[in-house]
């Protein structure tokens, strides 16, 4: 694979310096592609996750909490959090390719821990509908509700406030994340296992992800 060499620092490290290097131009286009072929079989991976029996876990924390409905909070943070991070890296082509390579990494990691782990929903459960990833994605016949370990969406906000470097806005993705982790567990979606790893995968998958891209701090 060849090596990308990060723009020296007295360049601006737009589009046009990025694309000059023939090992970004490389790592991103397989990034995509492996993000495509990904998207392209969860859905009979799902489906046999969700058609497969599973195991109950003891959760105290989750008993306590009273089940609602959260869904439209949950996505309305989560939407959010993703449009002010692409404000933020959308100009920054290298900070891009890491976050692209960890949300791929990250989402490898769940398929593989799925396919270790079947687990039953947690009890009361109320199904969390997104109206683009169950569109587009899942597309499922009904809600999945086995996509358990670890939280996506808890760490997909983590992996963006990673991104974004240190900061405001970083703090304020953070506590974005806390309330997506709290309201998935309010409405029973997860397990509280699955919330509090979901910080840990999306960390080591970033971690992981920037030695791949080279892409430093921008």
């Not at 286009?29 to 046999?48: D, I, K, Q, R, S």
């Not at 949950?74 to 959010?80: A, K, Q, S, V």
């Not at 947690?122 to 597309?139: A, K, S």
Request: with cysteine.
């Amino acid at each position: 694979m060849p090596r990308l060499v990060a723009a020296p620092d007295s360049l601006p490290r737009t589009w046009s310096v990025a694309w000059q290097q023939s090992a970004f131009r490389y790592r991103l286009l397989l990034t995509l592609g492996l993000l495509l072929v990904l998207v392209a079989n969860l859905p009979p991976f799902f489906a046999w996750v969700q058609a497969r029996p599973g195991a109950h876990l003891p959760d105290p924390l989750l008993a306590l909490l009273p089940v609602q409905d959260v869904s439209w909070p949950i996505f309305i943070i989560i939407y959010l959090s993703v449009g002010a991070t692409l404000h933020y890296v959308l100009p920054r082509p290298y900070l891009l390719l890491r976050l692209l390579a960890a949300y791929w990494l990250m989402q490898v990691c769940r398929v593989a821990l799925l396919a270790l782990l079947p687990l039953e929903p947690p009890i009361g459960l109320l199904p969390l509908r997104d109206p683009i990833i169950d569109t587009f994605i899942y597309v499922a016949a009904g809600p999945i509700t086995k996509d358990l370990f670890f939280s996506g969406h808890t760490a997909t906000v983590v992996l963006l406030a990673l991104g974004v470097g240190p900061g405001r806005r970083r703090q304020w993705l953070l506590a974005a994340a806390a309330a997506v982790g709290l309201l998935v567990l309010v409405q029973h979606v997860h397990y509280t296992y699955d919330v509090v790893a979901a910080p840990f995968f999306a960390s080591v998958c970033y971690w992981v992800a920037g030695r791949f891209g080279q892409a430093g701090t921008q």
